[in-house]
């Protein structure tokens, strides 16, 4: 369970840095605030499901407003799967 901690602590610094960087936000709370008007957090592991979702609860029940969007699986399925995604918003 520590590891999923500080991967979820990792995951909210990268997230938070770069909304930080868009909306020049100064506090936690402005923070916070920024990520809610993205509304979403979109998180890709590798594994199953199950191995993430404990943290996705965690998250979503202190960063209200902000839903988790995960996508599990082996590499050789996520991988294709997010090179789509990234032809698709460029």
């Known amino acids: 369970m520590r590891l999923f901690k500080i991967l979820a602590l990792s995951v909210l610094a990268i997230t938070l840095a770069g909304v930080a960087a868009q909306a020049n936000a100064q506090s936690i709370d402005e923070l916070y605030q920024a990520a809610k008007k993205e509304g979403a957090l979109s998180l890709n592991g590798g594994g199953p499901a199950g191995l993430y979702e404990p943290w996705v609860r965690e998250f979503e029940q202190r960063f209200p407003g902000i839903k988790v969007k995960l996508t599990a ?18």
Request: aromatic share 6%; proline share 6%.
């Open 73 to 90: 699986d082996f590499s050789n399925i996520l991988a294709p799967i997010m090179i789509a995604r990234l032809r698709k918003e460029n």
